[in-house]
């Protein structure tokens, strides 16, 4: 007798490709494909906050070698030119952050171009902040040891000013574009969810 018995067919051998067929319908069930508009608004939402995260990165690097050599140095002589070169840094970054935003790969989407102009807005807001910070550490007398912190401390709250004006209000747009910024756990913290 034959390996395959009944005139050659498997027995089995329709059950098991309708329980594949089961099991491939099972598989898909629940989960759905984003629409354009939702991939969109992911790709936006990835690349606009990955960008922020990154400004926010190089700002906070140079403001901290910047602190970190104000307190290594203890100069009261030279703790303000320090500051104001940290700030002058700082601002070229920011410069060249600006430059970026014209060039952002967003899709095309009906908020894309609001949305880039609300960045190059927060953008030059930032540069602003860090121009007036830059005065004020331009004007401080000599920075003693003993008032290094109350220097950088406020030299500190000039620099949050200058990352919180980049975040764009992402709750003003399509509803879908703001559920893409919530869902995506890299946009805490660099934009404002209303």
């Known amino acids: 007798m034959s390996r395959l018995g009944n005139g050659g067919h498997r027995r089995g051998a329709p059950l098991v490709v309708l329980a594949l067929v089961g099991v491939a319908l099972a598989a898909g069930c629940g989960a759905r494909k984003p629409t354009t508009s939702e991939a969109a608004a992911a790709e936006t939402a990835e690349t606009v906050c ?4 990154r400004w926010n990165n190089d700002l906070t690097e140079v403001f901290n070698a910047t602190s970190q050599q104000i307190t290594d ?3 009261p002589d030279t703790a303000g030119d320090v500051l104001v070169d940290g700030f002058d840094e700082m601002i070229e970054l920011a410069t060249d952050h600006r430059d970026e935003v014209d060039g952002l790969d967003l899709p095309a989407a009906g908020w ?3 949305l880039i102009a609300e960045l190059a807005a927060g953008a030059d807001e930032s540069i602003a902040v860090l ?3 830059r005065g004020e550490a331009a004007d401080l007398p000599p920075i003693e040891v003993d008032d290094q912190g109350g220097a950088v401390g406020g030299a500190s709250v000039g620099l949050e000013r200058a990352t919180a004006v980049l975040e764009p209000s ?4 399509d509803p879908v574009l703001g ?3 919530a ?9 404002q969810p209303f």
Do not use: I, M, N, P
């Not at 990955?50 to 995260?53: V, Y």
């Not at 992402?170 to 747009?173: E, I, K, L, R, S």
């Open 183 to 191: 869902a995506d756990e890299g946009c805490e913290h660099v934009v």
């Open 131 to 133: 121009q007036d910070e």
């Open 179 to 181: 559920a893409a910024f």
């Open 112 to 114: 894309r171009d609001d």
């Open 170 to 173: 992402v709750g003003a747009y």
């Open 50 to 53: 990955a960008t922020l995260r």
């Open 73 to 75: 140095d203890d100069d």
